[in-house]
């Protein structure tokens, strides 16, 4: 069965860094979100990304945040300056089209700030 | 907005017996995806059971079954014949198909359930 990938499975990072968060969709699905778990908390929505450009953030998505497409296969979020309050869990899914149909997460990559 | 809310943080089950997980959500709009998913220590997100607004028969997955009573936006889940495996923090979520709307998913605080031997 198809399944969405990310990689890496942890990272750590300094404070003030930049990181890269990268994932591989399921390959003809269309739609692609982020969401963060803090540690003991629920799922929080970030973006989402559709034909190359946000569709809808929530307010946790400011300016050090970005997503990007940058082939046919790879959807990535950068962190331009890392915060320990950015210390997460932090899930890709992916959804085929819009209406009625599955959203699949990945695994997740745990991102530690120190 | 959405919101999905789930009102008890913590469960406990004996193995093989019942327990039932409760959920309610607040929504103006009349189609729509209800899910519950199961995240193990992990943590990675597994879908136990989904359910289509429009839908009035209540959705089964094996041991896994909803009570989905949409006047009331409840969604329950009941875990019959409870397993050591079934331990796990499980998550409420609602989603809207919207054309308008970009599906995204909004989650609930989650259930700590805990399977007793």
């Known amino acids: 069965e198809p399944e969405v990938t990310q990689t890496p499975s942890h990272q750590v990072t300094q404070m003030g860094q930049e990181v890269i968060l990268r994932c591989v969709p399921i390959?003809?699905?269309?739609?692609f979100y982020w969401y963060r778990q803090i540690l003991g908390q629920k799922v929080e929505f970030l973006v989402s990304?559709?034909?190359?450009?946000?569709?809808?953030k929530s307010e946790i998505f400011d300016d050090q945040f970005s997503v990007e497409r940058p082939d046919g296969s790879n959807f990535t979020l950068k962190i331009r300056s890392t915060k320990l309050e950015d210390s997460a869990m932090y899930f890709c899914?992916?959804?085929?089209?819009?209406?009625?149909?599955?959203?699949?997460f990945g695994p997740g990559t745990r991102l530690t700030v120190t | 907005a959405q919101t999905v809310t789930q009102s008890q943080p913590e469960m406990s089950v004996q193995e093989a017996e019942t327990v039932t997980l409760s959920c309610t959500y607040d929504?103006?709009?009349?189609?729509?995806?209800l899910f519950w998913y199961k995240q193990p220590p992990s943590r990675q997100m597994i879908l136990v059971i989904r359910?289509?607004?429009?839908?009035?028969q209540n959705a089964t997955e094996n041991r896994f079954s909803v009570n989905f009573q949409k006047a009331a936006k409840s969604f329950s889940l009941k875990i019959s014949d409870s397993q050591l495996g079934d331990a796990a923090m499980y998550f409420c979520a609602y989603r809207s198909p919207s054309n308008t709307n970009a599906g995204k998913s909004t989650f609930g605080d989650g259930t700590t359930l805990t399977v007793k031997p």
């Open positions: 929504t103006s709009e009349s189609d729509y995806y």
């Open positions: 990304f559709y034909n190359n450009e946000i569709s809808e």
């Open positions: 390959s003809n699905h269309l739609y």
């Open positions: 899914a992916s959804r085929v089209d819009r209406g009625y149909y599955e959203q699949y």
């Open positions: 359910q289509e607004a429009y839908k009035q």
